[in-house]
């Protein structure tokens, strides 16, 4: 889409970045998107993530929070393309977008009953950073 996503000043680079649930890019803050399932209707994949992101805005209101930032873990092991599909407009842009893994809550899978089970049922603290109204500015 052409968006430039920058943080603090600095671009960020989606391909290298991690996608957390399919819905937000690891090391940004406040960022969400949806993204649907390219094998089934794609509203049953952004509809998940619509709706864990609604839950991601109702506690950054309710709990006073600044921002909440999906952190990778250091050990994250190895990663693959966002979309793993091998059709050819995939694979041209698979260096621009963000990766995943194929454990969550980094992984975004082609499969709406591992996806809907991990996400629907997501504990916002496995993965992500909450920052408070007090703590110092970003």
């Not at 709406?112 to 110092?136: C, M, Y």
Request: hydrophobic share 40%.
């Amino acid at each position: 889409g052409g968006i430039e996503v920058s943080l603090d000043g600095v671009p960020v680079e989606s391909a290298e970045t991690i996608v957390y649930r399919g819905a937000m890019l690891g090391g940004v803050p406040n960022l969400a998107f949806c993204v649907g399932y390219i094998n089934l209707s794609w509203t049953i994949r952004s509809d998940m993530s619509s709706r864990l992101i609604a839950r991601i805005l109702r506690r950054l209101v309710d709990s006073g929070a600044r921002y909440v930032v999906p952190t990778p873990p250091a050990n994250l092991g190895p990663t693959g393309p966002l979309l793993d599909m091998q059709s050819g407009y995939l694979a041209r842009a698979a260096d621009l977008m963000p990766r995943s893994t194929d454990t969550y809550p980094w992984a975004m899978k082609q499969n709406f009953f591992a996806d809907a089970w991990s996400t629907n049922r997501a504990d916002l603290d496995d993965g992500l950073h909450w920052e408070d109204a007090t703590a110092s500015t970003r």
